[in-house]
Nanobody, 123 residues
Framework: QVQLVESGGGLVQTGGSLRLSCAAS????????VGWFRQAPGKEREFVAT???????LYADSVKGRFAISRDISKNTVYLQMNSLKPEDTAVYYC?????????????????WGQGTQVTVSS
């Protein structure tokens, strides 16, 4: 079992930055793929970024060049640094984990999910 707790969401103006954290317990982050997904009101949950257990990264086209995913094994935490935020980035952001995962865009590949953290970008 892997437990995930997101934090770091909030309200920010267009062009601002936030760093989301996904603290894991039950397994070390070096043995799981961790993905970030987001869901805006009335929309499907969509892929944002992922880091595989081997530390390979993958991004959605909509965030490439603005967001960066990383992990700190000593803190057992995965981060999502979000820069140049836009109103369309407003959503609840979730982290998810897959044991020894390759880092997938597909939410069905992930076995464990956090409760989500709200990000609101004002125009």
């Amino acid at each position: 079992q892997v437990q995930l707790v997101e934090s770091g969401g909030g309200l920010v103006q267009t062009g601002g930055s936030l760093r989301l954290s996904c603290a894991a317990s039950g397994r070390t982050v070096s043995t799981v793929a961790v993905g970030w997904f987001r869901q805006a009101p009335g929309k499907e949950r969509e892929f944002v970024a992922t880091i595989s257990w081997r530390s390979n990264t993958l991004y959605a086209d909509s965030v490439k060049g603005r967001f960066a995913i990383s992990r700190d094994i000593s803190k057992n935490t995965v981060y999502l640094q979000m820069n140049s935020l836009k109103p369309e980035d407003t959503a609840v952001y979730y982290c998810a984990a897959e044991n020894y995962g390759p880092g997938s865009r597909e939410k069905s590949e992930y076995d464990y999910w956090g409760q989500g953290t709200q990000v609101t970008v004002s125009s």
